[in-house]
């Protein structure tokens, strides 16, 4: 069985409304965190986020409904405000729920078919997810936005190891982080990540990681 994550990033309070249309298209339910948007004015087109809390909702979904809990979300929104948030879905390689038995098989990639395959160059957008140590995420939001990225969403975060662990991923032992997410055309990825990492505060070995993924199903939530 294949499974999806749906993301939706919506302004603060109206996580409830996304997993509740969810459920009702078949969803078993979601996990909602509270980020900030940091995109203006004159990127609303993008993402149509403001310098305002949102909630950033998180919804794993069999494949088999997806498309239903999809066409659900996006349409109740259509009640909702213009540029009232955004939708997209990320592959899941594998999907193990607590208490159930772990089959090593389900550690496994999934083969693509071979029109995912076709399609690969069709990408329209990639989410960066930028992880580094507390106060650093408005200063790679900065830089991504001179290479042409609109905005993003800054996640709290804090660092789970202790005083003379390994470093998770080579990262320094520092308890709060900050967790940026940068949606953005696919064409544009290269030229961020390129402004991102060359920032003095990623100089420094262990300061940060960079990862991506690939975004499907790209939708603007809200009036049309």
Known sequence: MKYSLIVSIVPHNSGEFI???AK????GGGSILMGKGTASNSVLQLLGLGDTSKDIVYIIIDDDIKEDVLQAITHASEEKKAHFGVLFTIDLGYFVKAGSKI???SFNQPEKSEKEAGDADMTSYEMINVIVNKGYAEDAMAAARKAGAGGGTIIGARGTAKEGDAAFFGMKIVPEKDMLMILVPSEKKNDILTAITSLPCFS?????????????NFTLLGKK
């Open 19 to 21: 997993t509740d249309t």
């Open 24 to 27: 009702k298209a078949g969803a």
């Open 103 to 105: 089959d090593e098989a």
């Open 204 to 216: 420094e070995a262990g300061s940060g990681i960079v990862f991506c993924n690939e975004a499907k």
